[in-house]
Every structure is written in structure tokens, then in C-alpha cells.
């Protein structure tokens, strides 16, 4: 089946630094990505849809200049946290559409973020 | 937009019994309806979907059922077993478009 890669799966940066999360699709090209947040005990909230070779579009209330995607190739999406924040500390979860079936959706691991 | 709601947020049964969960939608458009499940410090799984030319479907023990008039879907969980433990989410969007999750519900299979 689809599978896809989240890298890394914990990660613990000082307040100022970036982070650079990855989202790799394995077996099958991802057009487009999804970037998710998820608080503890909370729903996934939708940040920023990207398309392969083009820009991202980001949802109301997301700074785009603080949260960079990129989706330069159609397995591979990166989300880069600028100048890291500890309310920026969170659970960061990529999906990418399976381009194949249309609707199917397969999410990373996931990422914990945690700005100290 | 889709407003998806989901109920109840949390849910305590006996190993064996049944569990459901339920989630209504609002976007009359909307036309694939998945549910995921989450262990904690992990990413969504998906468990089972329906789309809105079907009314019911079922994978052994977990079933789903939709009703398009009345824009909701229920989660329908047999035999339920401690590994069963996790949160769901719903979700309903429009084939090729952004999901919209429901707030989730943490399961609690008691052995």
C-alpha cells in the first residue's frame, strides 16, 4: 500500500533555531501534500495544502513567512519552522493524496516538535 | 465550508461489546467520508471509508454507514478488543479536496 515517510519523528530545538520536517511519499508520486497540527487531545488542523511545483497555499491565521513548504518533487514535501518559538511546539503530521485512487489519503508518523 | 461534528468525545465499553461513533456533516457535496485511527504519538491510520454512492460497508469487525439525506455517518466497532483502544476521527471532503476532521473520540476498550 501507499506508504509515507515523516522524518524526524521527535525533535528538540532551542527558541530562535529552525526545523526542517520531511514527508516523502515511498511507493507513489504525491501531487499534492497536506500539512496537519494537532494539539494533545485535539483534532488535526489543516496548515497549508502544496502542490508539486508550486506554491503552497496556506489556511487562514498560518504564517506562511514562519512556516515554509516546500514541494519540489512529487515524493518528497518539506515544512520548515522559522525561528522556532516554544508555542510553536506541537505535533506536526504530513498526508499526501494517493494521485492513483483519487480520494485516498495516507498520513506520516508524525513529528513532535518541542521549542524549549 | 464543511463543518463535521463528532460524537461522543470520549467512550468507555466492556472487551466484547460494541462501540459507535458518530459524526454528522454539513457540506451536501461532500462525497468521501473516511475514519482514522490514532494511537498516541502516532499518525492517522486509516480503518475504513465510504463514499457517498454507498449506504453501508463493512471490513470484519468495523463497519460504517452513511446516511446522505440526513448528512451523517457512524463508525460501528464489534467485539471490541483492548488493541481497539485508540482515538478516531472522522472526516468528510470532496473527492480531490482538503479533509475536514471531526473533533475525535477516545475509545476505551475495558478488558
Known amino acids: 500500500g501507499a506508504v509515507v515517510s515523516q522524518h524526524p519523528s521527535r525533535v528538540i530545538c532551542k527558541s530562535g533555531t529552525s526545523v526542517k520536517i520531511e514527508c516523502r511519499s515511498l511507493?507513489?508520486?504525491?501531487?499534492?501534500m497536506f500539512w496537519y497540527r494537532q494539539f494533545p487531545k485535539q483534532s488535526l488542523m489543516l496548515m497549508a495544502t502544496?502542490?508539486?511545483?508550486?506554491?503552497?497555499?496556506?489556511e487562514q491565521g498560518v504564517e506562511k513567512d514562519k512556516f515554509l513548504i516546500n514541494h519540489a518533487s512529487l515524493t518528497l514535501s518539506t515544512l520548515t519552522v522559522t525561528s522556532a518559538h516554544p508555542e510553536d511546539s506541537s505535533f506536526y503530521i504530513c498526508?499526501?493524496?494517493?494521485?492513483?485512487?483519487?480520494?485516498?489519503?495516507?498520513f506520516g508518523s508524525g513529528t513532535r516538535l518541542t521549542v524549549v | 465550508g464543511e463543518n463535521v461534528e463528532q460524537h461522543p468525545s470520549t467512550l468507555s465499553v466492556q472487551e466484547g461489546d460494541s462501540a459507535v461513533i458518530k459524526c454528522t456533516y454539513s457540506?451536501?457535496?461532500?462525497?468521501?467520508f473516511p475514519w482514522y485511527k490514532q494511537e498516541l504519538g502516532k499518525g492517522p491510520q486509516l480503518i475504513i471509508d465510504?463514499?457517498?454512492?454507498?449506504g453501508e460497508k463493512k471490513d470484519q469487525r468495523i463497519a460504517v454507514t452513511l446516511n446522505k439525506t440526513a448528512k451523517h455517518f457512524s463508525l460501528h466497532i464489534t467485539e471490541t478488543q483492548p488493541e481497539d483502544s485508540a482515538v478516531y476521527f472522522c472526516?468528510?471532503?470532496?473527492?480531490?479536496?482538503?479533509?475536514?476532521f471531526g473533533t475525535g473520540t477516545s475509545l476505551t476498550v475495558i478488558p
Open positions: 498526508s499526501a493524496r494517493v494521485a492513483q485512487t483519487g480520494d485516498g489519503y495516507t
Open positions: 465510504i463514499r457517498s454512492n454507498v
Open positions: 472526516a468528510a471532503s470532496r473527492t480531490g479536496n482538503q479533509f475536514y
Open positions: 502544496s502542490n508539486e511545483g508550486s506554491k503552497a497555499t496556506y
Open positions: 511507493d507513489f508520486q504525491a501531487t499534492t
Open positions: 457540506d451536501s457535496a461532500s462525497n468521501y
